[in-house]
């Protein structure tokens, strides 16, 4: 039903910045709530961020709270994480994912659908 690529992923030293996007496409678009993972080599996959279907209730790991922001394009449902103030542990494959039943936004169980997946490398 729902199709999300992501995009943006790249290499950049620790304090810098990198925006990923989240382009979805698909049937009842609008209804689905979108998350970011991020998955490191040998962890686990953990929550990130999420936004809601109109963009009204957004939630954040703390690790990455104040220096990463979601935000959504109501134009086209796009989702974007922009992260600032990059540091090595934020290093991992980053997913996007939608959901149409969310309510904590960070547990990965709560999604039904996933991208492919793009690769963040902060190193110095």
């Known amino acids: 039903q729902l199709q999300l690529v992501e995009s943006g992923g790249g290499l950049v030293q620790p304090g810098g910045s990198l925006r990923l996007s989240c382009a979805v496409s698909g049937t009842m678009v609008t209804v689905y709530t979108i998350g ?3 998955q490191a080599p040998g962890k686990e996959r953990e929550g990130v961020s999420c936004i809601g279907n109109v963009g009204d209730y957004t939630n954040y790991a703390d690790s990455v709270k104040g220096r ?3 935000s959504r394009d ?3 449902m796009s989702v974007y994480l922009q992260m600032n103030d990059l540091k090595s542990e934020d290093t991992g494959v ?3 994912a939608a959901g149409w039943n ?3 936004g960070l547990n990965a ?3 039904n659908y996933w991208g492919q ?3 963040v490398s902060v190193s110095s």
Do not use: K, L
């Open 36 to 38: 970011w993972f991020r």
């Open 68 to 70: 990463f922001t979601i």
């Open 74 to 76: 109501h134009a086209d």
């Open 94 to 96: 980053y997913f996007c």
């Open 102 to 104: 969310v309510a904590y």
């Open 109 to 111: 169980t709560e999604y």
């Open 117 to 119: 997946g793009t690769q």
